[in-house]
């Protein structure tokens, strides 16, 4: 009879013998996740993976894809992958060139030739460009894809970077220009400076010439908090300064003041989100609100003057209000006026409010496309800069996305809207159908879901089916780009589930699948499976299933919890430790998305999800595939490899799979990208057994 070793279990959840695991860099577990990797790799890298990860590297790097801007004073910005530059190119030209079929591209730093001189494995982050006179940039430079950056000073007239400018060593955190000589600095840099997290405890005032770790600290916040930030708010009539202090997840406090730091506390409820434009405050409550008498909806969106409401005024504009299956996904300014983006039923809206002194004025915007998942921003990353200029995305599973240029100063109804660009199609999409349904959940809650597919099936689809589910996040239909490729064109059938955990339908649709009702939310996902096989599109068996992050959460839950809904488990950058995660990296953060599992109330319902603790012996559980990134910065790499390897210590068929960069995505280039996707794709594809082939 075959001994297995159990542990951990969720009645002794400390003792676990895998925690040599969590030593990202030590020699025994590098040797163990280069044995794993090459072993998966020998398994499911064949032929068939290598023409794949060819396909789609050549749909990644392809010259007629959609280059996204952000416009800066006359210049968009723009950074660039493609086959001859697979770190990438920073780049700028005019909003008239761009408009051209192949602008031409001024470039400013070729990121593969940097990294080469510095012996450097240097991914993007971005880059933060001083807004007066517009010289100088500083880069955010990271090591293989984590979420701490180097930061570097680079000179636009030279093309080169500042040797004794604002550099700082590698930090979790960010700054804020005040002028050319003076930054807010936001970073974990030095001693006693991040949170338990990983974060920025405090905000310093960092001066050209000066030691960062010196500069003297204008705010600051405990380390048990999440962080704090700084920025310069340039819409405003004289110098006027926020700061954030991030209390939790979803709680924090606001600040007003001056380089001195802050003097102001707004009195708002620290769950709500807001954002401001000159005098103008625009918030939604995340919890109804009674004040001065009159009480405002969860989710709601109102408007008031902000001298006003910090004289003490409490009489708002309501301008928008939730219903059933309505609710607010975002809301950002341009040019004085407040643009609302909403789901009505998951359909797009869009509506723009202009404030006044007696009342705002609303118009919707009628010509934005209205089906399918449409985004819309600024094209000037600046708020006091904006001029009415915007931009909008809009695509579907199968139709590509197309880039518009809107003036939202133009006369009703925005007829002055241009295409810009169209992303070139990457799949056959002619013999499909796209389709919505509903599952019945556990708790009789009707759980939509979008379906890709052909029109007509024998009841044995080959289906991919995924789901996020976690931190409000809306689940739109995009371009099924790489599904398209490897999935849908040769026959198979694609589903997105919107899972409650998600934004889709407001604070209460989040409210219900976070804490104590992620079971539920995964619960959510299971009944999604089955209504797939009660409406005859397939069968457990032929269920492919696939996740990352939270999302690799929910697939470890159903390994653990519903095995028999499902053929295969693809699990990628997962939480699946629920007893630790809060001491791992990043994961005090999310404590409001999951709970404390220092607190018995709240490990009392973790441990129902906490798959690494539930995986027991003699279970019918499908193949799983987990992988992850070293240089993973955010969720541990430590939950995949140990819950690798307490599955085959139970002798179950599960596979582990760590690239060395990448950090919390799936790789530092559009062909490390592509090998990851077709290594997990070709791996599902075989443990159902649909051997589709190019």
């Not at 007239?157 to 979790?172: I, Q, R, T």
């Not at 079971?519 to 599109?537: E, K, Q, T």
């Amino acid at each position: 009879m075959t001994e297995f070793d159990f542990r951990p279990t969720v009645n002794a959840p400390d003792d676990d013998p895998h925690l040599w695991l969590e030593d990202v860099g030590g020699e025994r577990a590098l040797a163990w996740t280069a044995g794993q990797s090459a072993n998966t790799l020998k398994h499911f890298g064949g032929t068939q993976f290598e023409r794949d990860r060819a396909a789609l590297t050549a749909e990644f790097d392809r010259p007629d894809r959609i280059p996204l801007v952000t416009r800066r004073g006359q210049y968009l910005y723009n950074f660039w992958r493609d086959a001859r530059n697979p770190r990438g190119l920073w780049r700028r030209t005019t909003l008239a060139v761009y408009m051209n079929a192949d602008p031409q591209w001024e470039l400013l730093i070729d990121l593969d030739a940097l990294a080469a001189s510095d012996g450097e494995d240097w991914i993007w982050g971005g880059a933060s460009i001083e807004p007066e006179r517009r010289e100088r940039a500083v880069l955010r430079l990271s090591r293989g894809g984590s979420d701490a950056v180097v930061h570097r000073e680079f000179d636009f007239s030279s093309l080169s970077f500042v040797a004794d400018g604002f550099n700082l060593p590698e930090a979790k955190g960010d700054i804020d220009w005040l002028d050319p000589n003076t930054l807010l600095l936001s970073s974990a840099l030095g001693d006693g400076m991040a949170t338990r997290c990983g974060y920025a405890r405090t905000v310093r005032l960092w001066k050209r010439g000066a030691d960062p770790l010196t500069a003297p600290v204008i705010f600051e916040t405990g380390s048990e908090t999440l962080g704090v930030s700084g920025h310069l708010d340039r819409t405003a009539e004289s110098e006027r300064l926020w700061f954030v202090e991030q209390l939790a997840w979803l709680e924090k406090k606001v600040r007003i003041g001056d380089r001195s730091g802050p003097k102001i506390e707004i009195d708002l409820p620290q769950d709500a989100r807001w954002d401001n434009f000159g005098d103008w405050l625009a918030i939604k409550p995340r919890k109804a609100w009674t004040v001065a008498g009159t009480t405002y909806s969860a989710d709601a969106l109102i408007g008031i003057s902000l001298s006003a409401f910090l004289a003490g005024e409490r009489r708002f504009s309501t301008l928008f209000e939730p219903a059933e299956r309505r609710c607010l996904q975002s809301f950002f300014w341009n040019d004085g006026k407040l643009i609302i983006e909403y789901l009505a039923n998951l359909a797009p809206r869009f509506e723009v409010f202009t404030p006044g002194p007696q009342e705002w004025t609303r118009r919707a915007l009628d010509t934005v496309p209205a089906q399918g998942a449409v985004h819309l921003w600024s094209l000037d990353a600046e708020d006091h800069e904006t001029n009415g200029e915007v931009l909008v995305c809009a695509q579907d599973p199968i139709t590509p996305p197309r880039l518009f240029l809107f003036d939202l100063n133009s006369a009703p109804p925005l007829s002055a809207s241009v295409i810009l660009k169209r992303s070139p199609e990457t799949f056959d999409a002619s013999e499909l159908v796209v389709t919505r349904h509903e599952a019945v959940s556990i708790d009789h809650e009707m759980i939509p879901y979008t379906q890709v597919g052909p029109a007509n099936g024998n009841g044995d689809a080959p289906v991919h089916l995924s789901a996020y589910g976690g931190f409000g996040i809306s689940l739109l239909p995009y371009y099924y780009s790489s599904l398209g490729k490897l999935w849908l064109e040769r026959g198979g059938t694609c589903v997105v589930a919107n899972i409650r955990g998600g934004g889709e339908f407001g604070t209460r649709w989040h409210d219900a699948g976070r804490r104590e009702g992620k079971c539920l939310a995964h619960d959510d996902f299971a009944a999604v499976a089955a209504d797939l096989v009660r409406r005859g599109i397939t069968l457990p068996r032929r269920i492919a299933a696939e996740g990352g992050s939270n999302g690799g959460l929910l697939i470890a839950n159903m390994l653990t919890r519903y095995p028999e809904h499902f053929g295969a488990l693809f699990c990628t950058v997962p939480l699946v430790d629920m007893r630790r995660y809060t001491k791992l990296l990043a994961g005090a953060s999310w404590i409001d998305e999951y709970g404390d599992p220092d607190k018995a109330d709240d490990w009392a319902f973790l441990r129902e999800i906490s798959a690494y603790h539930a995986a027991s012996p003699g279970q019918p559980y499908p193949p799983i595939l987990l992988a992850t990134m070293r240089r993973d910065d955010r969720v541990h790499p430590g939950h995949a490899r140990k819950m690798a390897a307490k599955l085959q210590a139970l002798g179950y068929p599960a596979y582990f799979y760590e690239p060395s960069a990448g950090g919390h995505s799936y790789a530092k280039d559009n062909r490390e990208q592509a090998a990851f996707i077709s290594l997990g794709t070709n791996f599902l594809r075989s443990a159902i057994g649909w051997h589709a082939c190019s």
